[in-house]
Every structure is written in C-alpha cells, then in structure tokens.
C-alpha cells in the first residue's frame, strides 16, 4: 500500500463543515483532507454523518456552514464533472424498469461520455450478460456494481463511495478491493466509507474517523500499524464502543 | 443542453411509464369521442362536436408530475447532477423540455386516435360538420395544454418530490376543488390550470373565457410553477 505522506497538495478538503437538520446537527465542523493516488478510508458508527459528510464533499447537499474543496476549488461553485470525481453514494439509484444499459446510456450522453465507455463499464464490474435486464430484478449486489459503474464512467480522478461493499459476495468483495488497490497504484484517489472495519483494512492507506459529526482521527494506516494497534481498535477507543 | 434534452428523452423512452400513459390517452380520447358523438344526444353545434376530439391534458400533467417526482423516488436525480456537467436548474430545465417533446408526440397520437374515432361518429350528427380548419383548431388547442400540461407537471413533481403526494393532490384539485371553485364562479374556475386546461382543450366551452385567453393563462401557470422548480431544484440538496 501507498505510504506516501509528503507535501502534495490534497485533493479533497474538507474545512469545518457543517450540515443542521432543523435542530439535528447531523456533521459538526468537520475537516479533514484526501491525499492523490491514495485510498482514504471513512469511518464512523451508524449516524455519525458519514453519509451526509460524503453528500456535502461531492455537492449533492449545501453545508450549513463550512466549505469543501476539489482540487483547490469550491465544491459548490462548480459544476459536476464526471472525469473529475466519480460518486456513487446513497441517494444515488436506477430506475427499476429501465435497464442497466439504458440507465447507464442516458448518464453518459448527460455526461458528452461515447457510448463505448458504457460496455466498458460493465464490462469492468462484471454486469455485461445482465445489462440487458431490469434494474428492479437486480440484486442488491448487482445494484451496488451498477452504481460503480456509474460512478466509472467518466474514469474519474476520484472516486467517492458510500458502503461500496455492502451485498457484495466474497468474491464481490475481494475484486473490489483488488479494483481499489489498482486504482491507488494508478495514480488514481478514492475516498470510502465502510462497517466492514477488517475489510477495509485491506484496502486503504489513510484513516478518516468520525463520531457524531466531528472528526476524531485522520492519519496513515501504517501509522496504527506502527503503534502496534488495529484500525477496530482506534474505532472502538474513539467512537465509544465496545471491542469485543 | 441538447445533450442533456437526448438524454432525459431516453430516459422517458426506456421505462414504461410513457406507453402506459400513452395507452391511457388513446382509451380515454377514443371513450370521450364515443360518448360524446354518439352517446350524448344531439349535437348541432360546432363547439359541442369539437368537444368529442378533445383530449385529456391532466393526463399529460400526472405523467409529468409521476415521471420528475420519480427521479427523487428512484434516486435517479443524484447521479444524473452528478454528471451532468451543467447545473441542476439546467438540468431540471432540459428535463422539461424533453417532456414537452415527448408530450407533444404523446399528444399528437392521442389526438389522431380522437379524430379518427370522432368524424365518423359526428357526421351522422345534425348541424354544421367540422370544417378542416376547427378540427386543426381543437387538435392544436390540445397539443398545446397536453405540451404545457407535460411541462407543469414536471415542475410540480421537482417541487414535490413525492409521486404520491403529487398525484392525489392533483386529483383532489381537479376533480374536488375546481368544480366547487367553478361552482362559486365561472370565472374563477376558468383561471384555475385544471379550469384553463379544459377551455383549451375544448372540453369546457361557451364560456367566459376565450380558447387563446385560456392558451395564455395556463403558459402562465406553467412559468410561474416552473420558476418556482427551477428556484428550487437550484437551492435544495439531493438527499
């Protein structure tokens, strides 16, 4: 895995972001950063604000307050641009009477994307034989393939994905991180969020932990590794819980 | 823009909504021409035998409404902003005007399943027979609320955001609400989009509003609640 921390300037930053729901702070202050050609992972318990974090880094929800950065620019301020980032976070879906061709077709022409690049997709998440059937007889595995082909489309310079492991059988699982990894030593950034903490532990080199919106670590995994703990033992000791 | 307009229209295309709202227009437009030419007494007059080619716009205004409120339901509206390379009023906008292409071809089968069913029936009728000209009249009229009808519904589901809470809310209108409306005052009714749809479709007539009056009241309906959408869709998160 990367251990790269030098000086290069990170991609995605996040600088005190804040997102209220009426009197629910679902993210409070939140900052941290996502360094190129690494796999950045993003974790929390369930409710910490990883999913809204994820919506407020890539522009799908407005910060209360606070603001993220893409490359040095205002997330807000710019316009979507697949062959930057590529996001495949809830509430990003399919129609379920259309197919996944179909589905996929429509977002690159929205895109200026060639239709080539749709059965290249597929092709890479292993959903080619099935893209001619409906979404809505899909498996929750299959759904989740689709979304990152989706988020593939544009061969993005960073990847953002929410739960990108969840359905996926071992062999699902085991590709995707292989796919991750690959991406990583191409020079390419993803950012993720996983319950899988084992998992995950594969497959990134940063650690990004958040417990009711706030930040509580960021730091390489080699980092922990050093210290001669686990990244369950970093969540457990910050979020609260209980290892077991 | 154009691609964005490509893009929605395939989407419009590649589910079954539209042909099942298609379905839908060609019965009701083919019922409304039976009963109305040959069910419904006699008819010497024009505007009662143009009455028997209209159309039913509120149909094109709940497939509106179904398919952008559809968008937030199936969480297709995040991934297509986020690749969009346009802004999400842009997009909203594209997704109006690819409903008013399809609308209006929508439209123009619906309205040829009317015709074709009608003149028959209507030249048994007594009275004046429909010149080419009133039936070119009363089919463009319903081209025109089925297209702005398409349109507002689009703009009311992206206000929405819920089909089912669009849908009932549309019915009650239509169907609770306008008829009491038009009930307290004709005038009224007829400033209502439901009540300007029915004029310019032709199947209100002989009333207090002109079928070009009635043209202009529901393109106003439709800027105003498209503004609103677009203002809106600008503003709030996709969540």
């Known amino acids: ?244 | 823009m154009t691609a964005l307009v490509r893009a929605e229209l395939s989407k419009t295309l590649t589910t079954r909504t539209l042909w099942g709202f298609l379905a839908g227009g060609v019965a009701f437009a083919t019922l409304n021409a039976v009963i109305v030419g040959a069910a419904s007494g006699t008819l010497d007059s024009v505007t009662e035998k143009q009455e028997a080619l209209s159309g039913l716009p509120v149909l094109l205004l709940v497939w509106g409404l179904v398919g952008a409120a559809g968008e937030y339901r199936h969480r297709t509206a995040a991934p297509a902003a986020l690749v969009a390379r346009h802004g999400r009023g842009t997009l909203l906008a594209a997704r109006m005007t690819a409903y008013a292409v399809a609308g209006l071809a929508l439209g123009v089968l619906v309205s040829a399943a009317a015709v074709a069913v009608a003149l028959p029936l209507l030249a048994d009728q007594p009275g004046p027979a429909l010149t080419t000209g009133q039936v070119t009249g009363v089919v463009a009229a319903n081209l025109v609320a089925g297209v702005l009808s398409a349109v507002l519904g689009v703009a009311v589901g992206a206000l929405v955001r819920n089909q089912v809470v669009g849908v009932v809310t549309m019915l009650v209108v239509n169907f609770a609400v306008l008829p009491l409306v038009s009930g307290a005052s004709e005038t009224l009714g007829n400033l209502t989009p439901f009540g300007a749809s029915s004029v310019l479709s032709g199947m209100t007539h002989d009333t207090t509003l002109t079928t070009a009056a009635a043209g202009l009241v529901l393109a106003g309906w439709t800027a105003a609640v498209a503004a609103a959408a677009l203002a809106g869709e600008r503003r709030r998160d996709l969540a």
């Open chain 1, 1 to 244: 895995m990367s251990d790269d921390t030098s000086t290069t300037p990170p991609l995605l930053v996040a600088d005190g972001l804040t997102k209220r729901y009426g009197r629910t702070t679902a993210v409070d202050g939140l900052s941290f950063t996502v360094r190129p050609g690494a796999v950045t992972g993003f974790f929390g318990p369930n409710g910490a604000g990883k999913t809204t974090a994820l919506k407020l880094l890539v522009g799908l929800a407005r910060p209360t307050a606070g603001t993220a950065f893409l490359d040095g620019a205002q997330v807000r301020t710019t316009v979507s641009d697949p062959t930057r980032v590529g996001v495949h976070i809830e509430p990003c879906g399919a129609h379920p009477g259309r197919t996944a061709r179909a589905h996929l077709r429509a977002l690159a022409t929205m895109a200026g994307l060639p239709h080539e690049r749709v059965a290249e997709v597929l092709d890479t998440v292993g959903l080619t034989e099935a893209a001619g059937r409906r979404v809505g007889g899909y498996s929750m595995g299959m759904r989740q393939r689709l979304g990152l082909a989706a988020a593939l489309l544009g061969d993005p310079q960073l990847l953002v994905l929410d739960e990108p492991a969840n359905g996926l059988d071992p062999r699902g699982i085991r590709w995707l991180r292989t796919f991750l990894r690959a991406r990583a030593a191409a020079g390419r950034t993803v950012l993720l969020s996983s319950h899988v903490l084992s998992e995950a532990a594969q497959t990134v080199d940063d650690v990004v932990v958040v417990d009711r919106g706030r930040l509580v670590h960021q730091g390489p995994l080699a980092e922990l590794e050093r210290r001669g703990t686990t990244l369950e033992d970093v969540f457990f000791e910050l979020t609260g819980g209980v290892a077991a």
